[in-house]
């Protein structure tokens, strides 16, 4: 089979985005899809290979889901990032900086979209596109929170209505999704603010040592220390409840 040319990709994709294909269109797209699949196979075993870590997810984007976003942006078929992409589900803001971190230096053409800087109607997460051999490869990385917060408006979408992902529908959907997100990015900025705590922490530390006068004011810190970390992990639990609690209650359609 014959190598697609750009042109020929982008006129498919403005036959999707006015959803005029036919079962020629649907092979095509099939073709381009699977021609990510090299491209999509090194970058997930090099993850996981040097990494150690597990990426989950699809080799290909779906049609909907294309054509989808081919009329929402209006951008080119050619132009779309995440045709292949996987994800990667961390614990905390921390490890998720170490891991795009980790990610990029693996390899040599990578771009970085921080979705927690600038949230996408309440979206957060880190992506890291790769470009490997002129494919492009899509690697999400996500806390737990930012996870959860994202099954939930993806079954709001699923069940009321799918322009509640990006902005538009019910306001009062809206503003609870609001909510829940305004709850993970508290919660993310408590995590920032008790790692700088442990920095410190560690620096007054290795002062003790040469400073006999700071071990009480070490000890104390250490205190602060050991209470900020409990109500950062109680408050994590609280957003995990308030979160599950939604998507475990919203309604169906039709209801």
């Known amino acids: 089979m014959s190598k697609l040319s750009r042109t020929q990709i982008d006129k498919l994709g403005e036959r999707l ?16 899809r699977l021609s990510f699949a090299p491209s999509y196979q090194v970058v997930v075993n090099k993850i996981a290979n040097e990494l150690g870590l597990a990426p989950t997810g699809r080799l290909a984007k ?3 889901s294309i054509a989808e976003k081919l ?5 080119r078929l050619t132009q779309i990032q995440d045709i292949a992409g996987c994800r ?7 490890t998720q900086d170490n891991v795009v971190s980790s990610i990029s230096d693996l390899f040599s053409d990578v771009v970085i ?6 949230s996408s109607h309440g ?5 890291v596109i790769i470009k490997f051999e002129s494919k492009l490869v899509e690697v999400q990385v996500r806390t737990d929170l930012q996870h959860l917060w994202a099954e939930w408006s993806e079954k709001l979408a699923d069940q009321i209505d799918s322009g509640l992902k990006y902005g538009k529908g ?6 609870a999704l609001r909510l829940g997100s305004f709850l993970v990015e508290q919660h993310e900025d408590l995590e920032r603010e008790y790692t700088k705590s442990q920095v410190l922490f560690i620096r007054l530390s290795e002062q003790a040592k040469l400073n006999p006068d700071l071990k009480q004011a070490v000890h104390k810190y250490q205190e602060e220390v050991a209470n900020a970390e409990a109500k950062k992990e109680f408050l994590k639990q609280e957003v995990f409840k308030v979160l599950q609690n939604a998507i475990s209650t919203f309604p169906r359609k039709g209801s």
């Open 88 to 94: 990667i589900i961390v614990r905390d803001i921390q």
């Open 71 to 75: 009329r929402r942006e209006s951008i």
């Open 17 to 32: 985005k006015e959803g005029k294909v036919n079962e020629a269109d649907l092979r095509m797209l099939d073709q381009y």
């Open 170 to 175: 019910d306001q009062s959907f809206l503003e």
């Open 123 to 127: 979206y957060r997460a880190v992506h």
């Open 62 to 64: 779906s049609t909907p």
């Open 113 to 118: 979209v921080d979705r927690r800087s600038n």
